[in-house]
């Protein structure tokens, strides 16, 4: 297998290389979860302390599904926010994601990665260099280049932590 950071065929060279690098990363992602029984998808590591694996997926859609809408400029739709939301709860934590099987959460995840690229096909190399706010409150501004990117730095940072519940998991 030859790994390269090419977009598809129909987007600009540096946002078809951002793109790149998150499908990459949502493959990768893929491949970590593979074979998960539903209650290694559900354990939160020892002491029942951690985000479990569903959490961090479903956290990951989430927030890509915000960056889209976001890069796209609009605002993102009440059904999609009560379908994947909230992106914290009450006391400012993950949602608890109980007995939603993986395929579920991966196919979901799947559907935002489809409109990221539907989106990144829209986009021209100079579109990367418009600004968007986000956070909480929408307190931080970025560029889409920036937004992309993380996308992808995001998803590589929280399979670390699936990566260490898996090990935990086995251990157990």
């Not at 493959?27 to 002491?47: F, T, W």
């Not at 997926?57 to 999609?80: A, C, F, M, T």
Request: aromatic share 8%; hydrophobic share 35%.
């Amino acid at each position: 297998m030859l790994h390269d950071l090419q977009g598809e065929e129909n987007m600009s060279t540096i946002v078809g290389m951002l793109y790149g690098a998150v499908k990459e990363n949502s493959q990768r992602l893929k491949s970590i979860s593979e074979g998960m029984l539903q209650e290694e998808v559900d354990y939160k590591g020892p002491s029942n302390h951690y985000n479990s694996t569903a959490q961090l997926i479903q956290h990951l859609l989430y927030v890509d599904l915000n960056w889209v809408y976001r890069i796209k400029g609009q605002p993102l739709p009440q059904s999609l926010k009560d379908k994947y939301g909230p992106m914290i709860d009450d006391i400012n934590r993950l949602p608890m994601v109980k007995g939603i099987p993986l395929e579920t959460l991966m196919s979901n995840y799947e559907d935002v990665l489809n409109r990221l690229k539907e989106t990144c096909t829209q986009l021209t190399d100079a579109d990367l260099d418009n600004i968007v706010t986000f956070g909480h409150e929408n307190e931080k501004q970025a560029t889409i280049r920036w937004g992309l990117w993380h996308i992808a730095d995001h998803n590589r940072y929280h399979q670390a932590h699936i990566n260490q519940l898996r090990k935990w998991y086995s251990e157990k």
